[in-house]
């Protein structure tokens, strides 16, 4: 005998769950400045390919670009180029030797800075590359850091006096020349947060009073700012030791 088994389906929802989607940058970015004493054109190659830059990278200069979207336009320092391993190298126009080359793995979304840096008197130039942990933007704080690229002069103090005043206390302490000591690179790249504002800074020999560079600077809400020593202590003229700023907004 056949018994008639009812049957009943069931449909079985199960909840979808979507999986976020990561967009993974192709990209590092790259930041050139040319603080090569007497040096005031070079020309910038990716893995032997010329790449075109808006000026002429001239001495104590770096390179902007501008970003433009729906909302707003902005400068930014930062080059995109291909991340991986990359070989870089800067020549003078008309030449046929690169003054540094080097190579080096950038990693996707990364940024970094990379500075030309002492003479050709002293042999080949040489270069400082930092990887640069900018924290998210805030509109009251300012991120800054100093870097000191001149060849003969000593360590430095940073000194910072807020609303440009009479009360200061030292924000950077014991920071040399980095192409001659390797181990000051990770505090020349760290940025510290500061509130926006008016300052004066000092800068002095470590461990001294000695002021051997000073004056005064308006930092932004989201701003992000180097500080960089340039020049020669012994020089003179367009090479005495002086001061480059790299101050950009997020």
């Not at 930092?130 to 805030?138: A, H, N, R, V, W």
């Not at 009360?167 to 510290?192: A, E």
Request: charged share 10%; proline share 5%.
């Amino acid at each position: 005998m056949l018994i008639a088994v009812p049957v009943f389906l069931f449909s079985c929802k199960k909840d979808q769950v979507t999986q976020p989607q990561v967009l993974i940058s192709t990209y590092s970015g790259l930041s050139i400045t040319n603080a090569a004493i007497g040096i005031n054109n070079l020309h910038f190659f990716v893995d032997n390919q010329q790449v075109l830059l808006p000026d002429t990278l001239s001495y104590g200069n770096t390179e902007f670009f501008t970003i433009q979207n729906y909302v707003y336009s902005n400068v930014t320092p930062y080059k995109d180029i291909s991340y991986g391993y990359r070989q870089l190298g800067f020549i003078m126009p008309g030449g046929d030797n690169f003054l540094v080359s080097f190579n080096n793995y950038f990693q996707s979304g990364a940024k970094y800075s990379i500075f030309i840096a002492d003479t050709i008197s002293h042999g080949q130039l040489k270069y400082v590359l930092l990887k640069d942990e900018i924290g998210i933007s805030d509109s009251t704080k300012t991120q800054i850091r100093f870097i000191n690229l001149s060849p003969d002069a000593p360590a430095m103090d940073v000194w910072v006096f807020p609303n440009a005043g009479t009360y200061g206390y030292k924000l950077f302490s014991n920071r040399p020349y980095p192409v001659f000591d390797y181990s000051s690179i990770p505090g020349s790249q760290v940025f510290t947060k500061l509130d926006a504002g008016p300052y004066y800074f000092v800068a002095t020999a470590a461990g001294t009073y000695n002021v051997l560079l000073q004056g005064g600077l308006i930092l932004p809400g989201r701003g992000v700012i180097t500080i960089y020593a340039k020049g020669l202590l012994s020089g003179t003229g367009n090479n005495q030791l002086d001061v480059g700023v790299i101050e950009f907004v997020q």
